[in-house]
């Protein structure tokens, strides 16, 4: 079958890309921006591309177009697909019936953490030798891409709450029908769909409707939405992480922590990653991976050679003795984990916190006013404010002298620079490329030093 995929270089279909070329199909797909590193992946798949939504693609007559939800009505292409007639599905519909019907689907869900647990349960389900399919919405390092079809009857799959297409509006996890499904956390996120809690707070109890008796919600016992989401009704079996009657992760030094569940040992893991975040994550990936069938020991010993998930903290280089990270963190309860984890990890040594408000929800200001307390930690902030419909400045103004903004990328960088010590620690966080401000900001310390 040849699909023809819309909005192929978005994580989440140009994973589904990758599977789909995996199955045997011929694929092809269109993009707004057709650019690395997504389209050096797919084009080493043997993955035609074309820049744009033109509708003269239509003369390339697929079988079917698989339509993301970055398109609107009003795009050309689409616009041809439906004057016509012709057949058209969601990403998450297509990968429901052609790939994870009959599998046993493993679903991270959550606002925070789904990525990096995501990554987590498939590596530890791989070490177990259980081989699982998997579509992560990064690229955990351990595998080098962020998706694969074997003929495991495991597929791992991060369950976004995001919309389908413009013509479902249902949350993409609806699809997928786990048999193992995790419950990380909930929070208010993605203001652009969502108008409060209460309205994602049902979309996941219509989650935990889809999951079957004979299955497992794995879930944070700590996270009060998620409490009342299950207050709502629940079919199926529990299993808590975080909460003293199931999976508990007990510290026993900055690198280290012991594994118990209901207050027995299970294992230990001694790792790099840094933050409870991560041992949160960890316990929804060993307590998920355990209804499956793996060890909790062999489960601790897989985490141990865990490599985490690129832009996750990931480590971009030193330069002038200055150490620079680029990590995900979009939401403002991820970037006050983010930078507690950096601060336990380097102590007294100063973090300069480097922000690109880029997310659907960061652009409206709906949560600047949350923004200086979750940069608090940090010694010196900065904030790229270019396209932003509100005034950072304004609402970072709590941080006073330590906290500055720019609309220009390249002044940015070069202010940064001159601040910038030996053994300081630049903490860069964005959703997006941020210009490759990564790169731009060592090569000016290394032309400095």
Not at 45 to 64: H, K, M, N, T, V
Not at 269 to 298: E, K, M
Request: net charge negative.
């Amino acid at each position: 079958m040849h699909i023809h995929i819309l909005g192929i270089c978005g994580t989440f279909m140009g994973g589904l890309a990758t599977i789909a070329r995996q199955a045997g199909h011929k694929v092809t797909g269109c993009d707004a921006n057709v650019y690395p590193p997504m389209s050096s992946q797919l084009e080493a798949q043997g993955i035609d591309l074309i820049q744009g939504y033109g509708a003269e693609q239509i003369s390339l007559r697929p079988d079917l177009w698989v339509v993301g939800n970055v398109v609107t009505r009003g795009t050309p292409l689409m616009e041809e697909i439906l004057d016509r007639g012709e057949a058209y599905i969601s990403g998450p519909q297509w990968l429901a019936e052609n790939i994870l019907l009959g599998k046993w689907v493993l679903a991270i869900a959550g606002t925070h953490g789904k990525t990096t647990t995501s990554a987590m349960l498939a590596w530890i389900l791989e070490v177990a030798g259980k081989r699982p399919g998997f579509l992560v919405g990064g690229v955990p390092q351990n595998f080098g891409t962020s998706a694969r079809l074997t003929d495991s009857e495991f597929f791992v799959i991060e369950a976004d709450e995001y919309d389908t297409a413009f013509f479902d509006k249902r949350s993409k996890f609806l699809h997928y029908h786990p048999k193992t499904a995790v419950l990380n956390n909930l929070e208010f996120d993605h203001a652009d769909i969502f108008v409060d809690l209460a309205t994602i707070e049902q979309q996941f109890h219509h989650f935990v409707r889809i999951v079957p008796r004979s299955g497992m919600l794995v879930v944070n016992g700590q996270d009060r939405a998620l409490a009342r989401v299950l207050d709502r009704g629940c079919w199926t079996p529990l299993d808590y992480f975080g909460a003293s009657n199931g999976w508990q992760a007990e510290t026993l030094d900055i690198d280290a922590f012991r594994v118990s569940r209901d207050g027995q040992e299970r294992g230990r893991v001694r790792w790099g990653l840094l933050g409870g975040h991560n041992r949160s994550n960890a316990l929804a990936a060993i307590a998920a991976a355990h209804h499956a069938g793996v060890d909790p020991s062999v489960a601790c010993a897989a985490l141990e050679r865990f490599d985490n998930v690129k832009r996750r903290m990931e480590l971009r280089g030193t330069a002038a003795g200055v150490v620079v990270y680029d990590d995900f963190a979009h939401h403002p309860t991820a970037i006050a984990v983010t930078v507690a984890g950096l601060r336990s990890k380097v102590g007294e040594a100063r973090i300069l916190a480097v922000l690109e408000p880029r997310s659907n929800t960061m652009k409206l200001g709906v949560m600047k006013n949350a923004l200086p307390d979750s940069l608090a930690e940090a010694d010196l902030v900065y904030c790229y404010s270019a396209n932003l419909g509100w005034d950072p400045a304004g609402a970072l103004a709590p941080l006073g002298a330590k906290a500055t903004c720019y609309n220009n990328l390249d002044i940015l960088v070069a202010a940064i620079a001159a601040e910038a010590k030996p053994g300081d620690q630049v903490l860069i966080m964005s959703n997006g490329g941020f210009g490759g401000i990564h790169q731009k900001l060592l090569d000016r310390l290394r032309a400095i030093g």
